[in-house]
C-alpha cells in the first residue's frame, strides 16, 4: 500500500448512507479529522497534511465532511462557515508524474520548478530532484523505473499528447516495488471507456507492459498489469487527475485565476488526490485548489461558504462561453453540467 494511504484505508470504515430529500445535513462518507492526517509520507512530497509549523496551513481538522448529494454522487460539505479566502485544507497526492515538457526543469519527485544551479546537485537516470529529501522519497517508484528504458514509451505519449500513461506508469511502479496495492485506486470514482476508447489504449499498455518485461521484472511480480486492469485505472485517472499548475498566494490573485484562461505550457504535471477528488464542479465555483509550491495542493475558499453547504471547484477554465464548457465537460468528464450558471447559459 502507498505510505499514507495504507493508514487512511486501514483507519476508516466506508459508510455510504443515500441522502434524504428533507435532509439539511447530509449524512456523510467521512469525516476528517486529525486522525486523518498522518505523518507517514505519502508518495506526493514527504511532508505530513495540515502542518501547523508550516505558516498559512491549517493547525485544526479541515472544516469539511464528504457525504452523498442528491444528483452528483459524492461530495465535499462544510462543517461550519467558511469565510472567504480561508485555507480549508491542503492535500498531499496518491500519485504524480511531470509533464514530459516540464522533465528536466521540475523535481520528478515534488514538480518544484528547478533553478538553474539546483539541476546538477540531484540527478539520477537523467531526471533530478530539487533535495536529497525527495531523492530518497521517490526511491519508492524510482528504482523501479530505473530499471527499465522509457524512451519508447515516452516518445509514444507525446507523440499523441498522452498524459495519463504517465500516472499509471508511476503507480505501476509503486505496485511493483510493494509500496501499493493494485486496487490503491479503486476508491476513486469509476468511469466507463467507449469500446473506441479501449482499442486506441492497446497500444499504449503494451508498450507500458513490454517495457517492464524488457527490464527483466519477473512474471509473478507484473501479474496485476493486465489490459483490463489497465483501461480500469485509466479511466479513474482520466477524469480525477489534476492538471498542477502554478498559482498565486493572494486572494485577489486567486479570484482572477480562478476566472482566467491557463495556458497548457503553465502545467508542470499531473495528480490523483485523495481528498479532492471528492469535489464536485461548478462553473461558478465556491473553492478554488493551488500549487503555490510544488505538487502539494491548497484548496482554498473563494467566497464565504455557510455550513452545511457544498463546496465546488471548476474542473475546467471558467472563463469559457456556455457552449464551451458544456462540450468540454461532455467530452472530457462524461456529463452535462447543470449549475446555475449553465442552467440560465452564461
Not at 30 to 52: H, K, M, Q, R
Not at 123 to 131: G, P
Not at 301 to 314: N, S, T, Y
Request: hydrophobic letters at 35%.
Amino acid at each position: 500500500m502507498l505510505r499514507g494511504g495504507s493508514r487512511w484505508a486501514s483507519r476508516f470504515k466506508i459508510f455510504l448512507p443515500r441522502l434524504k430529500n428533507d435532509c439539511k445535513t447530509p449524512p456523510f462518507l467521512l469525516t476528517f479529522s486529525s486522525s486523518f492526517t498522518t505523518t507517514t509520507p505519502t508518495a506526493g512530497t514527504g511532508a505530513a497534511d495540515n502542518d501547523s509549523s508550516q505558516p498559512g496551513r491549517p493547525s485544526a481538522p479541515p472544516p469539511i465532511q464528504v457525504g452523498f448529494t442528491d444528483s452528483a454522487g459524492r461530495g465535499v460539505f462544510a462543517t461550519r462557515r467558511i469565510a472567504a479566502g480561508e485555507l480549508i485544507h491542503t492535500a498531499k497526492p496518491i500519485v504524480c508524474h511531470p509533464s514530459l515538457s516540464s522533465l528536466h526543469s521540475v523535481c520528478y519527485f515534488c514538480l518544484r520548478k528547478l533553478l538553474p544551479d539546483q539541476r546538477p546537485l540531484f540527478q539520477s537516470n537523467d531526471v533530478q530532484f530539487c533535495s536529497q529529501e525527495c531523492q530518497n522519497q521517490s526511491q519508492v517508484f524510482h528504482e523501479i523505473e530505473r530499471r527499465a528504458d522509457w524512451s519508447t514509451f515516452n516518445d509514444y505519449c507525446w507523440m499523441h499528447g498522452l498524459k495519463y500513461p504517465l500516472l499509471v506508469k508511476r503507480f505501476a511502479c509503486l505496485v511493483i516495488s510493494g509500496s501499493s496495492s493494485a486496487s490503491s485506486l479503486d476508491i476513486l470514482q469509476p468511469a466507463s471507456l467507449s469500446s473506441e476508447m479501449i482499442s486506441l489504449v492497446e497500444k499504449e499498455f503494451c508498450l507500458l507492459r513490454n517495457t517492464f518485461q524488457d527490464a527483466d521484472i519477473n512474471t509473478q511480480q507484473l501479474a496485476f498489469l493486465t489490459k483490463q486492469w489497465y483501461t480500469g485505472v485509466l479511466a479513474r485517472i482520466r477524469i480525477n487527475a489534476f492538471r498542477v499548475e502554478l498559482a498565486c498566494e493572494s486572494y485577489e490573485d486567486l479570484l482572477s485565476s480562478a476566472a482566467a484562461s491557463v495556458e497548457a505550457e503553465g502545467a508542470v504535471g499531473n495528480a490523483i488526490y485523495m481528498l479532492p477528488s471528492f469535489y464536485n464542479h461548478d462553473c461558478d465555483p465556491n473553492a478554488h485548489i493551488l500549487w503555490p509550491e510544488n505538487v502539494d495542493a491548497r484548496v482554498k475558499a473563494l467566497c464565504d461558504i455557510e455550513a452545511g453547504e457544498e463546496l465546488r471547484i471548476c474542473y475546467i477554465d471558467a472563463s469559457m462561453d456556455y457552449e464551451a464548457r458544456q462540450t468540454i465537460l461532455s467530452k472530457g468528464f462524461g456529463f452535462q453540467c447543470n449549475c446555475l450558471r449553465c442552467s440560465s447559459h452564461h
